[in-house]
Every structure is written in structure tokens, then in C-alpha cells.
């Protein structure tokens, strides 16, 4: 496994975010494809808390005390506990890419990590530092889809029914 190579992808992301997520309306940034579906502003804090309370937190917890239990998480209750609807979007794009960026400088720091060391979750096994990082990466792509098509299905609603077959198939 290439490490740095995973780990440049992390900070490569950055731009990719900031693109994605620049230049939304109001209206776009709360807009739902569906009830249950999450608005732009819930994948942004989502993505913030991720950042910091999930995978690098416990990217480093497993990496210095592998033995210990990892600090609990509880990202879909934390959409309502922590009223990501009622937050502000530009501060938690800002938030959240400062995040990456804070993540990105640790993990540059990092000189050769015990990748391996891994926490035995009596559910699903061991989980290795190594897992993390890339599901760290992974994350980045499931969200990036999701954005997209988020931003894809309120392009399609709100352009007076004009029709987007010319660009293409979707």
C-alpha cells in the first residue's frame, strides 16, 4: 500500500470540495432531493464532524493505543443533535476544509506509522490504522458523488423543465 500516495489523495480532495461546494444559493444549499435525503449543508457537516471526530481521531487513537476502545461516534444522530440544518454553510465549508487541511498536515508528519496496528471491534474484527486511511479516502468519494448528484438533481428541478438530455445520460 502506498501510504503517501493515499494521503496526497486526501489532500487532492481539497480543491475537488472547495469546487463542489462554492457558489451555492441558499436556496440550493437546503434544497432536498427527497425528504430523507441530505441537503448540501447536512453533507458539509457531516464532512466536518467526520474530519475531526471520526476518521482522524481514531486514525491516531489506533495508531498510539491500539489496545484501547475507540471513542464512541454517532454521525446520523449527530444531523439532529447538533442541528446541522440550522448551521451556517459558508462557515462549515471553511470549518471543514480547514479541517482536511489541519488532517493532511498531521498525516505529512507522521514518520513511519505503525499502519498495521489495529483495534479489535468485537463486531466487525480487527480494524487496522491502515483500514482507516483508506476509508478515509473512500469517504471522500462517496460524498463527492453525493454532492454531485445533489447538485445534479436540483439543476434538474429548478431549470424551468428544460430538459437535460443534450448533456448527456445520467
Known amino acids: ?4 500516495q493515499i494521503i496526497a489523495q486526501l489532500e487532492s480532495n481539497i480543491p475537488v470540495f ?10 440550493e ?9 441530505w441537503c448540501l449543508l447536512e453533507i458539509v457537516c457531516h464532512l466536518y464532524d467526520e474530519e475531526r471526530e471520526d476518521f482522524r481521531a481514531r486514525l491516531k487513537h489506533i495508531l498510539e ?3 484501547e476502545k475507540l471513542p464512541p461516534i454517532d454521525p446520523v444522530g449527530w444531523v439532529t443533535a447538533r442541528k446541522y440544518a440550522e448551521q451556517d454553510y459558508s ?4 470549518a471543514f476544509l480547514h479541517e ?3 488532517s493532511v498536515r498531521w498525516l505529512q508528519s507522521l514518520s513511519n506509522p505503525p499502519w498495521q496496528n ?3 471491534h468485537p463486531r466487525l474484527g480487527p480494524l487496522s490504522a491502515e ?13 463527492i458523488r453525493q454532492i454531485v448528484r445533489t447538485k445534479y438533481q436540483y439543476l434538474k428541478q429548478t431549470t424551468a423543465g428544460i430538459s437535460l438530455a443534450y448533456a448527456g445520460r445520467w
Open 91 to 94: 462557515q462549515k465549508v471553511h
Open 100 to 102: 482536511r487541511k489541519a
Open 118 to 120: 489495529a483495534f479489535h
Open 1 to 4: 500500500m502506498n501510504h503517501p
Open 29 to 37: 444549499v437546503s434544497w432536498r432531493p427527497t425528504e430523507k435525503k
Open 65 to 67: 493505543q491500539p489496545a
Open 131 to 143: 483500514m482507516f486511511l483508506i476509508n478515509w479516502v473512500a469517504h471522500d468519494y462517496l460524498h
Open 18 to 27: 472547495e469546487g463542489l461546494l462554492a457558489h451555492a444559493s441558499d436556496e
